[in-house]
């Protein structure tokens, strides 16, 4: 089945910098690949994804990279803010429809 | 708007006690899954279900069941309680090619 890993698993940046969490999955049919973003006591919510037949997708200060072949993909915060402080989870979805995550990356944004 | 309930927000249970935990969307989403959500484990997917009265195991299947008699509804079902099932559990639904909506959780103490 699929595995996700992701790293790293703490990511402390001083606002205004950039952030990049980092996923590698191990399925080669999965075809979608979710973001999800978890901040304390709350559910995680879907902010970006990206599909297997695109490159990269950017939405604000977010952006997503696939590289299919190399079977990575990344998300880019750019210009953080104390609200970016949260629990990132990477996802990958199969050709099933099974959604496996990654562990988690704690991002903590200092002002 | 995607809405994903859950049937209790918080739940205390004894150890052996049999117990029903109800998800259901209202967005005629295919695939329907239960995760489990500890510190430091991540999202743990324990069933998920890409149609009525399918079902497939996650990754941590031992010690429950579910049951998928209309697609709006999933349901987990812990035969017999134990403390090492005491969580928060998260239900998640999506469309057969992507999406993945979370439910509010519900944590269950086993005691």
């Known amino acids: 089945g699929e595995n996700v890993e992701q790293h790293p698993s703490t990511l402390s940046v001083q606002e205004g910098d950039s952030a990049v969490i980092k996923c590698t999955y191990s399925?080669?049919?999965?075809?979608?690949f979710p973001w999800y973003k978890q901040e304390l006591g709350k559910r995680p919510q879907l902010i970006i994804d990206?599909?297997?037949?695109?490159g990269e997708k950017k939405d604000q200060r977010i952006a997503v990279t696939l590289n299919k072949t190399a079977k990575h993909f990344s998300l880019h915060i750019t210009e953080t803010q104390p609200e970016d402080s949260a629990v990132y989870f990477c996802a990958a979805f199969d050709s099933w429809g099974k959604l496996q995550f990654g562990a988690g990356t704690q991002v903590v944004v200092t002002p | 708007d995607v809405k994903v309930t859950q049937s209790s927000r918080y739940l205390v249970k004894r150890t052996g006690e049999k117990v029903f935990l109800e998800c259901v969307q209202d967005?005629?989403?295919?695939?329907m899954f239960w995760y489990r959500q500890d510190p430091g484990l991540g999202l743990r997917l324990i069933y998920f279900s890409y149609d009525v009265k399918m079902k497939e195991k996650g990754d941590i299947p031992e010690g429950y069941s579910v049951s998928r008699e209309k697609k709006e509804r999933f349901s987990l079902i812990l035969e017999s309680a134990s403390t090492n099932q005491t969580s928060m559990y998260l239900c998640a639904s999506s469309q057969r090619t992507g999406g993945g909506y979370f439910g509010p959780g519900t944590r269950l103490t086993v005691t």
């Open positions: 967005m005629d989403h295919e695939n």
């Open positions: 990206i599909r297997s037949n695109v």
């Open positions: 399925d080669s049919a999965s075809n979608y």
